[in-house]
Protein backbone atom coordinates (compact mmCIF):
# COMPACT_ATOMS: atom_id res chain seq x y z
CA UNK A 1 0.00 0.00 0.00
CA UNK A 2 2.84 2.71 1.16
CA UNK A 3 4.24 1.70 -2.48
CA UNK A 4 1.26 2.76 -4.18
CA UNK A 5 0.95 6.14 -2.59
CA UNK A 6 4.47 6.53 -3.30
CA UNK A 7 3.66 5.87 -6.93
CA UNK A 8 0.93 7.64 -6.66
CA UNK A 9 2.67 11.07 -5.27
CA UNK A 10 5.14 10.96 -7.84
CA UNK A 11 2.65 10.56 -10.95
CA UNK A 12 0.87 13.41 -9.06
CA UNK A 13 4.13 15.61 -9.12
CA UNK A 14 4.87 14.62 -12.38
CA UNK A 15 1.76 15.66 -13.50
CA UNK A 16 2.12 19.46 -11.83
CA UNK A 17 5.46 19.27 -13.46
CA UNK A 18 3.99 18.90 -17.06
CA UNK A 19 1.26 21.41 -16.59
CA UNK A 20 3.81 24.35 -15.31
CA UNK A 21 6.10 23.51 -18.39
CA UNK A 22 2.88 23.60 -20.93
CA UNK A 23 1.99 27.43 -18.89
CA UNK A 24 5.47 28.15 -19.51
CA UNK A 25 5.79 27.33 -23.00
CA UNK A 26 2.40 29.56 -24.16
CA UNK A 27 3.66 32.28 -22.02
CA UNK A 28 6.98 32.20 -23.89
CA UNK A 29 5.41 32.08 -27.12
CA UNK A 30 5.43 35.26 -29.74
CA UNK A 31 3.52 38.03 -27.75
CA UNK A 32 0.37 39.39 -28.89
CA UNK A 33 -1.34 42.26 -26.87
CA UNK A 34 -4.90 41.64 -26.45
CA UNK A 35 -7.66 44.63 -26.89
CA UNK A 36 -10.22 44.81 -24.41
CA UNK A 37 -12.94 41.94 -23.60
CA UNK A 38 -16.31 41.97 -22.55
CA UNK A 39 -17.13 40.44 -19.34
CA UNK A 40 -19.25 38.23 -20.87
CA UNK A 41 -16.14 36.51 -22.58
CA UNK A 42 -15.42 33.23 -21.15
CA UNK A 43 -11.50 33.74 -20.94
CA UNK A 44 -9.86 34.83 -18.05
CA UNK A 45 -8.80 38.33 -17.51
CA UNK A 46 -6.01 37.12 -15.51
CA UNK A 47 -4.41 35.75 -19.11
CA UNK A 48 -4.98 38.74 -20.47
CA UNK A 49 -3.13 40.73 -17.75
CA UNK A 50 0.26 38.49 -17.77
CA UNK A 51 0.63 38.41 -21.35
CA UNK A 52 0.42 41.85 -21.57
CA UNK A 53 2.71 42.27 -18.36
CA UNK A 54 5.21 39.73 -20.27
CA UNK A 55 4.70 42.03 -23.41
CA UNK A 56 6.12 44.51 -21.15
CA UNK A 57 8.90 42.94 -19.65
CA UNK A 58 10.24 41.54 -23.19
CA UNK A 59 10.00 44.91 -24.47
CA UNK A 60 12.38 46.73 -21.67
CA UNK A 61 9.58 48.91 -20.71
CA UNK A 62 9.04 50.42 -16.74
CA UNK A 63 6.13 49.76 -15.52
CA UNK A 64 5.59 50.62 -11.96
CA UNK A 65 1.79 49.84 -12.12
CA UNK A 66 -0.55 47.30 -13.86
CA UNK A 67 -4.18 46.87 -12.56
CA UNK A 68 -7.20 46.12 -14.17
CA UNK A 69 -10.03 48.91 -13.62
CA UNK A 70 -13.66 48.63 -15.23
CA UNK A 71 -14.78 50.64 -17.48
CA UNK A 72 -18.11 52.88 -17.22
CA UNK A 73 -19.26 51.01 -20.14
CA UNK A 74 -18.92 47.61 -18.05
CA UNK A 75 -15.74 46.38 -20.37
CA UNK A 76 -12.74 45.17 -18.39
CA UNK A 77 -8.96 47.07 -19.36
CA UNK A 78 -6.22 47.27 -18.58
CA UNK A 79 -4.06 50.34 -17.44
CA UNK A 80 -0.72 50.31 -17.29
CA UNK A 81 1.53 52.92 -15.20
CA UNK A 82 2.52 55.63 -18.10
CA UNK A 83 6.18 55.87 -19.29
CA UNK A 84 8.27 58.53 -17.92
CA UNK A 85 9.49 60.62 -21.22
CA UNK A 86 13.30 60.96 -19.70
CA UNK A 87 16.02 61.14 -22.13
CA UNK A 88 15.89 60.25 -26.33
CA UNK A 89 12.30 59.93 -27.91
CA UNK A 90 13.22 56.14 -29.25
CA UNK A 91 16.37 54.19 -27.85
CA UNK A 92 17.20 53.34 -31.62
CA UNK A 93 21.27 53.63 -32.60
CA UNK A 94 22.33 54.83 -36.34
CA UNK A 95 22.94 51.09 -37.00
CA UNK A 96 19.07 50.08 -36.19
CA UNK A 97 17.90 53.05 -38.84
CA UNK A 98 20.24 51.91 -41.08
CA UNK A 99 18.82 48.92 -41.64
CA UNK A 100 15.51 50.38 -43.19
CA UNK A 101 17.09 51.81 -45.82
CA UNK A 102 14.77 55.00 -48.20
CA UNK A 103 11.56 55.00 -45.95
CA UNK A 104 10.71 58.00 -44.19
CA UNK A 105 7.91 58.41 -41.18
CA UNK A 106 6.74 61.82 -41.25
CA UNK A 107 4.43 62.96 -38.73
CA UNK A 108 3.45 67.17 -37.65
CA UNK A 109 2.55 68.44 -34.71
CA UNK A 110 1.74 71.93 -33.19
CA UNK A 111 2.09 72.45 -28.69
CA UNK A 112 -1.74 71.73 -28.62
CA UNK A 113 -1.42 67.95 -29.52
CA UNK A 114 2.32 67.26 -28.43
CA UNK A 115 1.44 64.77 -25.88
CA UNK A 116 -0.86 62.85 -28.52
CA UNK A 117 1.98 62.64 -30.72
CA UNK A 118 4.37 61.98 -28.30
CA UNK A 119 2.17 59.05 -27.11
CA UNK A 120 1.94 57.60 -30.59
CA UNK A 121 6.26 57.78 -30.62
CA UNK A 122 6.21 56.08 -27.40
CA UNK A 123 4.33 53.09 -28.89
CA UNK A 124 6.64 52.69 -31.53
CA UNK A 125 9.44 52.72 -29.12
CA UNK A 126 7.08 49.82 -27.40
CA UNK A 127 7.71 47.80 -29.99
CA UNK A 128 11.47 48.28 -30.54
CA UNK A 129 11.12 49.71 -34.07
CA UNK A 130 13.40 51.87 -35.10
CA UNK A 131 12.54 53.79 -38.13
CA UNK A 132 13.81 56.97 -39.65
CA UNK A 133 11.63 60.05 -38.72
CA UNK A 134 10.64 63.18 -39.59
CA UNK A 135 8.85 65.59 -37.17
CA UNK A 136 7.22 68.58 -38.76
CA UNK A 137 7.02 71.62 -35.96
CA UNK A 138 4.04 73.57 -36.46
CA UNK A 139 5.20 76.39 -33.96
CA UNK A 140 8.01 77.25 -32.26
CA UNK A 141 6.78 76.25 -28.78
CA UNK A 142 7.08 72.52 -29.82
CA UNK A 143 9.99 72.84 -31.63
CA UNK A 144 12.38 74.15 -28.99
CA UNK A 145 10.87 70.78 -26.85
CA UNK A 146 11.33 68.24 -29.50
CA UNK A 147 14.62 69.69 -30.80
CA UNK A 148 16.01 69.14 -27.25
CA UNK A 149 14.45 66.24 -26.61
CA UNK A 150 15.72 64.76 -30.11
CA UNK A 151 19.72 66.17 -29.11
CA UNK A 152 21.82 62.69 -29.85
CA UNK A 153 18.83 60.58 -31.50
CA UNK A 154 19.42 59.89 -34.89
CA UNK A 155 16.01 57.84 -35.23
CA UNK A 156 14.29 61.87 -34.89
CA UNK A 157 14.20 64.93 -36.63
CA UNK A 158 12.79 67.61 -35.68
CA UNK A 159 12.05 70.65 -38.72
CA UNK A 160 10.35 73.75 -37.69
CA UNK A 161 7.68 74.42 -40.65
CA UNK A 162 8.69 76.63 -43.83
CA UNK A 163 4.95 77.42 -44.47
CA UNK A 164 3.74 79.48 -41.38
CA UNK A 165 3.56 79.02 -37.80
CA UNK A 166 0.31 77.89 -36.57
CA UNK A 167 -1.32 79.16 -33.45
CA UNK A 168 0.27 76.45 -30.57
CA UNK A 169 -3.40 76.25 -29.28
CA UNK A 170 -6.06 73.50 -29.86
CA UNK A 171 -7.61 74.55 -33.34
CA UNK A 172 -11.49 73.91 -33.03
CA UNK A 173 -12.55 71.92 -35.81
CA UNK A 174 -15.46 74.82 -36.26
CA UNK A 175 -12.94 77.14 -37.26
CA UNK A 176 -12.49 74.95 -40.69
CA UNK A 177 -10.41 77.93 -42.19
CA UNK A 178 -7.81 77.40 -40.07
CA UNK A 179 -8.75 73.96 -39.00
CA UNK A 180 -8.31 72.68 -42.29
CA UNK A 181 -5.52 75.24 -43.12
CA UNK A 182 -3.38 73.12 -40.93
CA UNK A 183 -4.65 69.55 -42.05
CA UNK A 184 -3.94 70.70 -45.74
CA UNK A 185 -0.41 71.32 -45.43
CA UNK A 186 0.88 67.57 -44.60
CA UNK A 187 1.09 66.59 -48.07
CA UNK A 188 2.87 69.23 -49.56
CA UNK A 189 5.83 67.75 -46.51
CA UNK A 190 5.20 64.84 -48.13
CA UNK A 191 5.79 65.75 -51.60
CA UNK A 192 9.07 67.33 -50.61
CA UNK A 193 9.82 64.11 -49.34
CA UNK A 194 8.82 62.17 -52.48
CA UNK A 195 11.20 64.32 -55.11
CA UNK A 196 14.11 63.48 -53.28
CA UNK A 197 13.23 59.75 -53.58
CA UNK A 198 12.26 58.46 -50.88
CA UNK A 199 9.41 56.38 -49.58
CA UNK A 200 6.94 58.09 -47.30
CA UNK A 201 4.89 56.81 -44.32
CA UNK A 202 2.83 59.83 -43.28
CA UNK A 203 1.02 59.35 -39.83
CA UNK A 204 -1.31 61.56 -38.00
CA UNK A 205 -0.27 62.17 -34.12
CA UNK A 206 -3.80 60.21 -32.51
CA UNK A 207 -2.30 56.11 -33.60
CA UNK A 208 -1.29 53.89 -31.56
CA UNK A 209 0.73 51.13 -33.06
CA UNK A 210 0.25 47.45 -31.49
CA UNK A 211 2.32 45.71 -34.01
CA UNK A 212 5.11 46.51 -37.07
CA UNK A 213 2.86 47.89 -39.86
CA UNK A 214 5.74 47.52 -42.50
CA UNK A 215 4.91 44.01 -43.43
CA UNK A 216 1.83 45.68 -44.94
CA UNK A 217 3.67 47.74 -47.03
CA UNK A 218 4.74 45.05 -49.28
CA UNK A 219 4.10 44.38 -53.12
CA UNK A 220 3.47 46.19 -56.09
CA UNK A 221 1.63 49.67 -55.98
CA UNK A 222 2.03 53.06 -55.83
CA UNK A 223 0.32 54.17 -52.38
CA UNK A 224 -1.49 51.87 -49.55
CA UNK A 225 -3.77 52.69 -47.25
CA UNK A 226 -7.02 52.29 -45.07
CA UNK A 227 -9.98 52.38 -47.06
CA UNK A 228 -13.84 51.51 -46.49
CA UNK A 229 -13.40 48.30 -48.49
CA UNK A 230 -11.16 45.56 -48.99
CA UNK A 231 -9.98 43.74 -50.24
CA UNK A 232 -10.24 45.58 -53.83
CA UNK A 233 -10.46 49.00 -54.81
CA UNK A 234 -14.15 50.05 -55.82
CA UNK A 235 -14.53 53.22 -57.99
CA UNK A 236 -16.13 55.27 -55.11
CA UNK A 237 -14.18 53.81 -52.08
CA UNK A 238 -13.90 56.51 -49.56
CA UNK A 239 -9.60 56.17 -48.68
CA UNK A 240 -8.38 58.08 -45.45
CA UNK A 241 -5.58 60.25 -45.73
CA UNK A 242 -4.34 60.43 -42.17
CA UNK A 243 -2.04 57.11 -42.87
CA UNK A 244 -0.80 56.62 -45.88
CA UNK A 245 2.58 54.91 -47.22
CA UNK A 246 3.63 56.16 -50.47
CA UNK A 247 6.61 55.40 -52.98
CA UNK A 248 8.05 57.74 -55.02
CA UNK A 249 7.29 56.57 -58.61
CA UNK A 250 5.80 58.39 -61.19
CA UNK A 251 1.89 57.97 -61.10
CA UNK A 252 2.48 58.67 -56.95
CA UNK A 253 4.50 62.55 -58.01
CA UNK A 254 2.08 63.66 -60.55
CA UNK A 255 -0.74 62.16 -58.28
CA UNK A 256 0.48 64.47 -54.99
CA UNK A 257 1.80 67.38 -56.82
CA UNK A 258 -1.83 67.93 -58.11
CA UNK A 259 -3.44 66.96 -55.01
CA UNK A 260 -1.35 69.80 -53.20
CA UNK A 261 -1.40 72.01 -56.47
CA UNK A 262 -5.52 71.57 -56.13
CA UNK A 263 -5.43 72.79 -52.24
CA UNK A 264 -3.46 75.71 -53.38
CA UNK A 265 -6.22 76.93 -55.49
CA UNK A 266 -8.85 76.06 -53.21
CA UNK A 267 -7.03 78.30 -50.92
CA UNK A 268 -6.31 80.86 -53.01
CA UNK A 269 -10.11 81.13 -54.01
CA UNK A 270 -11.16 80.70 -50.11
CA UNK A 271 -12.56 77.30 -50.87
CA UNK A 272 -11.83 75.47 -47.61
CA UNK A 273 -11.90 71.95 -48.73
CA UNK A 274 -10.35 68.94 -47.07
CA UNK A 275 -7.26 67.02 -48.18
CA UNK A 276 -9.21 63.85 -47.70
CA UNK A 277 -11.55 65.33 -49.71
CA UNK A 278 -9.39 66.67 -52.25
CA UNK A 279 -7.71 63.20 -52.94
CA UNK A 280 -10.37 60.75 -52.68
CA UNK A 281 -12.40 63.10 -55.66
CA UNK A 282 -9.01 62.71 -58.00
CA UNK A 283 -8.46 58.97 -57.03
CA UNK A 284 -12.51 58.80 -58.17
CA UNK A 285 -11.39 60.30 -61.24
CA UNK A 286 -8.73 58.89 -61.98
CA UNK A 287 -6.77 62.17 -61.81
CA UNK A 288 -4.41 63.15 -62.88
CA UNK A 289 -3.16 59.58 -63.43
CA UNK A 290 -4.68 56.31 -62.38
CA UNK A 291 -2.86 55.26 -58.69
CA UNK A 292 -1.86 51.86 -58.01
CA UNK A 293 -3.42 51.11 -54.50
CA UNK A 294 -2.90 48.82 -51.93
CA UNK A 295 -5.70 48.68 -49.58
CA UNK A 296 -5.00 47.78 -46.02
CA UNK A 297 -7.07 45.40 -44.06
CA UNK A 298 -9.51 47.83 -41.97
CA UNK A 299 -9.77 45.00 -39.47
CA UNK A 300 -5.81 45.43 -38.50
CA UNK A 301 -6.04 49.26 -39.08
CA UNK A 302 -9.31 50.40 -37.54
CA UNK A 303 -10.28 53.70 -36.71
CA UNK A 304 -11.04 54.30 -33.29
CA UNK A 305 -14.86 54.43 -32.74
CA UNK A 306 -14.63 50.58 -34.24
CA UNK A 307 -11.74 49.56 -31.98
CA UNK A 308 -13.17 51.29 -28.93
CA UNK A 309 -17.08 49.04 -30.29
CA UNK A 310 -17.11 46.62 -27.14
CA UNK A 311 -18.94 44.22 -29.97
CA UNK A 312 -15.70 44.56 -32.33
CA UNK A 313 -13.50 44.09 -29.63
CA UNK A 314 -15.05 40.52 -29.27
CA UNK A 315 -13.91 39.77 -32.38
CA UNK A 316 -10.26 39.63 -31.11
CA UNK A 317 -8.82 40.90 -34.14
CA UNK A 318 -4.90 40.97 -33.80
CA UNK A 319 -4.86 45.64 -34.48
CA UNK A 320 -1.60 46.59 -36.11
CA UNK A 321 -2.20 50.15 -35.91
CA UNK A 322 -5.32 52.50 -34.42
CA UNK A 323 -6.12 55.70 -35.84
CA UNK A 324 -8.34 58.17 -33.32
CA UNK A 325 -9.37 59.80 -36.05
CA UNK A 326 -12.78 59.72 -36.02
CA UNK A 327 -12.71 60.55 -32.08
CA UNK A 328 -13.14 64.37 -32.30
CA UNK A 329 -10.98 66.82 -29.97
CA UNK A 330 -8.32 66.59 -27.91
CA UNK A 331 -10.23 65.53 -24.61
CA UNK A 332 -12.04 62.95 -26.23
CA UNK A 333 -9.08 61.31 -27.35
CA UNK A 334 -7.10 61.22 -24.40
CA UNK A 335 -10.11 60.21 -23.08
CA UNK A 336 -10.59 57.06 -24.87
CA UNK A 337 -7.10 56.10 -24.91
CA UNK A 338 -6.71 56.48 -20.89
CA UNK A 339 -9.66 54.03 -20.77
CA UNK A 340 -8.30 51.20 -22.48
CA UNK A 341 -4.82 51.50 -21.06
CA UNK A 342 -3.09 53.14 -23.80
CA UNK A 343 -1.91 56.49 -22.80
CA UNK A 344 1.92 55.84 -22.37
CA UNK A 345 2.80 59.79 -21.30
CA UNK A 346 2.78 61.08 -18.02
CA UNK A 347 1.97 64.69 -18.45
CA UNK A 348 -0.37 66.70 -20.41
CA UNK A 349 1.74 68.96 -23.52
CA UNK A 350 2.02 72.04 -20.99
CA UNK A 351 3.51 70.24 -18.31
CA UNK A 352 5.98 68.14 -20.82
CA UNK A 353 6.99 71.86 -22.13
CA UNK A 354 7.34 73.39 -18.61
CA UNK A 355 9.49 70.54 -16.94
CA UNK A 356 12.21 70.45 -20.02
Known sequence: MERISKMLLLL????????????????????VTYAPLSKKDSRTYKHIKNEIRAAYTQLDVKVDVLESNRSANGIEVVVSAPISLRGRITNCTLENIQKRPGVVLLTTVNAAFLDVTVNMLLSIRRLQLCVNTTIIAEDRVVFEFLRRKSEGDPGIHVVLTDTGEVDSRAIPRKDRHAYYGFMNKRMGYTLGLLERGWDVLFSDGDLFWFRDPFPHFQGDFDMCLRGWDYPVRLQKTVFCAGFIYLRPTNATLKFVRTWVEVMRSNRRKGRVVSDQTVMNGLLHQDQPVHVDIKPLHPNLFPWGSQFFDPSWQQENYSTVVMHAANIRGHAAKEKKFKEFGLWLVNATSDDLIASD
Not at 12 to 31: E, G, H, K, P
Open 12 to 31: FTMQSIAFILFVMTIYSSSV
